[in-house]
């Protein structure tokens, strides 16, 4: 199964992104005390690889064994490994914005940016459940 991460060279992404992740929690553990969206950030960083990996992972399986131990998963949407990065997407978009809103002074404006964020996450799970886009 790795032989395919490492002969079509996907492994230079994920090694960037294993950089950034390790910087990041290298600053968190190097500074004194950190804000909340600094933390978020690099926890991030960290979600994104970890998810990233397990993604990979999925597809290779699925592509390499054709889901040898998992035969339930065969025939259905699940088979595909475009439904994790839709997922991804969701919660990366929102973390991303609760990120941007933790840099606004005024309460208002923050509360109001949050809802947005909710409403945007509500507004992108219905498109996917509705639409054929999700699988």
């Known amino acids: 199964m790795w ?3 490492i002969e079509q060279e ?6 960037f992104e294993i950089i950034a992740a390790l910087s990041g929690l290298f600053y ?5 005390s950190p804000g909340k969206d600094v933390k978020l950030l690099v926890y991030l960083l960290v979600f994104i ?8 992972s999925w597809g290779l399986y699925g592509h390499v064994y054709d ?5 339930f998963v065969k025939e259905t949407p699940f088979a595909s490994h475009i439904w994790i990065y839709n997922v991804c997407q ?3 978009v929102g973390i991303y914005s609760i990120y941007f809103a933790l840099q606004i002074k ?10 947005l964020i909710g409403l945007y996450s509500l507004s992108s799970l219905v498109s996917f ?6 699988f």
């Open 3 to 5: 032989e395919i991460f």
């Open 10 to 15: 996907l492994y230079i992404t994920y090694i």
């Open 28 to 32: 968190l553990f190097k500074s004194r």
């Open 49 to 56: 690889f970890v998810y990233d990996i397990t993604a990979l």
């Open 67 to 71: 889901f040898k131990y998992l035969e």
């Open 90 to 92: 969701i919660i990366v």
């Open 106 to 115: 005024s309460s208002k404006r923050r509360s109001f940016i949050y809802i």
């Open 129 to 134: 459940g509705l639409g054929n886009t999700f």
